[in-house]
T-cell receptor, first 114, second 110 residues
Framework: EAQVTQNPRYLITVTGKKLTVTCSQNMNHEYMSWYRQDPGLGLRQIYYSMNVEVTDKGDVPEGYKVSRKEKRNFPLILESPSPNQTSLYFC?????????????FGPGTRLTVT | GQQVMQIPQYQHVQEGEDFTTYCNSSTTLSNIQWYKQRPGGHPVFLIQLVKSGEVKKQKRLTFQFGEAKKNSSLHITATQTTDVGTYFCAGPSNNNDMRFGAGTRLTVKP
């Protein structure tokens, strides 16, 4: 089954404790992206990757890191989480060729930083 | 930078009534996509519009892309309880990042 998976689905952590949220897709997509969703703000892009070893900042990259060492994986790293990073996070992927921008989203990771 | 604005933020309708959400970009878009997110779920792609003035239909849903490729709308005819959710528009910037509208949350009273 074609899908985007994220882990963990829920996480409660404390300020300053480094964490990683994993994202994996099995559709051989070149483009992968991370978003955060907050009430009234919709989906805001954190980082995206056009292909392996190519990453770029989105709209709200501060406090986050990413890496793209393999095509299927795109982990999101919070080196020193803060309460303002409490949010719902989505990973997404799509092909990076042709005219289609259809993105496939993972199930989401709800993060709480206390 | 590019901004994508969407209105209304909320819409509550009686089942059977029509619903429309509007999306406006501060810059011209190469294309626009629409997504639906059910309560507790993740965004799911509905459609992509590419051409100026394009109109596409999916059963009771009608999608339009403005002539100037800066605005779009989604219209649902005769809403049903299964239409409940948040509808997002999204468009790519020149840098290949993606800008989403804030979404319109639709609730339907049976």
């Amino acid at each position: 089954e074609a899908q985007v998976t994220q882990n963990p689905r829920y996480l409660i952590t404390v300020t300053g404790k480094k964490l990683t949220v994993t994202c994996s897709q099995n559709m051989n997509h070149e483009y992968m992206s991370w978003y955060r969703q907050d009430p009234g703000l919709g989906l805001r892009q954190i980082y995206y990757s056009m292909n392996v070893e190519v990453t770029d900042k989105g709209d709200v990259p501060e406090g986050y890191k990413v890496s793209r060492k393999e095509k299927r994986n795109f982990p999101l790293i919070l080196e020193s989480p803060s309460p303002n990073q409490t949010s719902l996070y989505f990973c997404a992927s799509r092909h990076n060729r042709g005219n289609s921008y259809e993105q496939y989203f993972g199930p989401g990771t709800r993060l709480t930083v206390t | 930078g590019q901004q994508v604005m969407q209105i209304p933020q909320y819409q509550h309708v009686q089942e059977g009534e029509d619903f429309t959400t509007y999306c406006n970009s501060s810059t011209t878009l190469s294309n626009i996509q629409w997504y639906k997110q059910r309560p507790g779920g993740h965004p799911v792609f509905l459609i992509q519009l590419v051409k100026s003035g394009e109109v596409k239909k999916q059963k009771r849903l009608t999608f339009q892309f403005g002539e100037a490729k800066k605005n779009s709308s989604l219209h649902i005819t005769a809403t049903q309880t299964t239409d409940v959710g948040t509808y997002f528009c999204a468009g790519p910037s020149n840098n290949n990042d993606m800008r989403f509208g804030a979404g319109t949350r639709l609730t339907v009273k049976p």
